[in-house]
């Protein structure tokens, strides 16, 4: 007996090309209460990516890490998730895999819609990027001037900065003072070993000793 | 024993399940001069699906079959390959792999754009997929009341008939009388090895059989 097995080929991202303004804002409206896609705009260009449960472990893991270190630092931090910043004059928008507003957090405070074309970008971008985007993300958030992004590929945490010229890659964060991108890697990889159950105890332990060290 | 055959897919498909109308039609104007990827959309439902080399390399094939099969028998058609069919009052929209107008050929004819509160649904609606659409489109073409859909998987090439609102199995065609399944499905079969030319000259062979009268005995 022969058993003929298909190979399903459901996508996790779909990439579409010529693709308005109109259509893009249209499709954020239908898709304003559920956080369950993200979609990234770029003069055309759309990517329409629907993140993976690992994708979410790392996503969680830097959000708490964070929680904990900007505790320790006694900074009041505001995440933002997967909200959608976009500026129609630019022709672009995205919505990354976490957001925080620190520096710039008074400004944006009580605010409910990001179209940025006034106010502030948010102060740190994270993307996990287990499988790469077709956009230069970091020319979309270069435009929209985030000051610092951070970026996972599954095995190393890559901190960058914006400079006049573009990001450069740094040893240890602007936005949070203390967090390196060393410590931050082997935070994630100790995650993906425990398949991401941390306790919070261990964030703070962890950001604790972060602190510590930068301190000696 | 068991033995599993991996396939590969003919196509890749991504589904989005909050889409509303406004949306489909904002798409739909974005990609009006393009045929890939291809829409479907079943009220709020949107499957976006992009064709990979086979699904293109039999489409074209079906459609070469079906010129030379009019050419031969003098059958009347007119080919509006991926032509976007949608209504808003059903909430539901398509575009075919390939469809054609036989009967209903003159009243398409020369016509730049359709209204389909007055034209009719293609006659035949010809398909290429062998991984699962999650929207039943065969549903789909019923409500737009599509008399035949042909469907060819990779292996076999399927022909059904639009009866009381569902689609029942046939052995011969009714758009295009003569035309087996069977006879489809084993020049599909052959398609694989053969040069394109090698093969169509295969098929005007056949086709020719089709055209011949009758011997009386």
């Not at chain 1, 925080?100 to 006034?118: A, I, P, W």
């Not at chain 2, 050419?71 to 976007?84: D, M, N, R």
Request: hydrophobic share 40%.
């Amino acid at each position: 007996m022969t058993t003929t097995v298909r190979e399903t080929v459901i996508e996790t991202r779909c990439e579409l090309s010529n693709i308005s303004w109109e259509t893009y804002e249209s499709l954020l409206r239908d898709y304003e209460n559920s956080g369950a896609l993200r979609f990234t705009y770029d003069k055309g260009e759309l990517v329409i990516m629907s993140p993976l449960p690992e994708h979410e472990g790392y996503t969680r893991l830097i959000e708490l890490s964070l929680a904990a270190l900007a505790d320790e630092l006694d900074l009041p931090i505001l995440g933002l998730g997967s909200t959608t910043f976009r500026r129609s004059d630019l022709e672009r928008g995205f919505e990354a895999d976490a957001a925080f507003y620190v520096q710039n957090l008074e400004r944006v405070r009580g605010r409910s819609t990001f179209d940025l074309q006034s106010g502030p970008p948010p102060d740190l971008v994270v993307e996990i990027e287990i499988t790469r985007s077709a956009l230069d993300k970091l020319d979309l958030f270069a435009a929209f001037g985030a000051p610092e992004v951070w970026r996972y590929d599954g095995s190393r945490l890559e901190i960058r900065v914006l400079e006049v010229g573009g990001y450069l890659v740094a040893a240890e964060s602007r936005v949070l003072p203390g967090a390196t991108a060393e410590a931050l890697t082997a935070l994630l990889a100790e995650g993906r070993e425990s398949q991401f159950v941390v306790p919070l105890r261990r964030m703070r332990e962890w950001a604790r000793g972060l602190l510590e060290e930068v301190g000696k | 024993m068991t033995t599993t055959v991996l396939e590969t897919a003919m196509e890749t498909r991504f589904v989005l399940s909050n889409v509303s109308w406004e949306t489909y039609e904002c798409l739909m104007q974005d990609y009006e001069n393009s045929s890939a990827p291809r829409f479907t959309y079943d009220k709020g439902r949107l499957e976006i699906m992009s064709p990979l080399p086979d699904h293109e390399r039999y489409k074209r094939s079906l459609e070469a079959a079906i010129t030379i099969i009019c050419l031969e028998t003098g059958a009347h058609a007119e080919a509006l390959g991926s032509t976007t069919y949608r209504r808003e009052d059903l909430e539901q929209g398509f575009e075919p792999d390939s469809c054609y107008y036989f009967a209903n050929e003159n009243r398409v004819a020369h016509k730049a754009t359709l209204d389909l509160c007055g034209d009719p649904p293609p006659d035949l609606v010809v398909e290429v997929d062998n991984t699962r659409s999650s929207i039943d489109k065969l549903a789909l073409f019923a409500a737009f009341g599509v008399p035949e859909v042909w469907r060819y998987d990779g292996e076999r090439l399927e022909m059904r008939t639009l009866e009381s609102g569902r689609y029942t199995e046939i052995a011969e065609s009714r758009a295009l009388p003569g035309v087996t399944a069977e006879a489809l499905t084993r020049l599909l079969g052959e398609r694989g090895d053969a040069r394109l030319t090698d093969w169509l000259r295969a098929v005007r062979e056949w086709a020719l059989t089709l055209a011949e009268p009758e011997l009386e005995p």
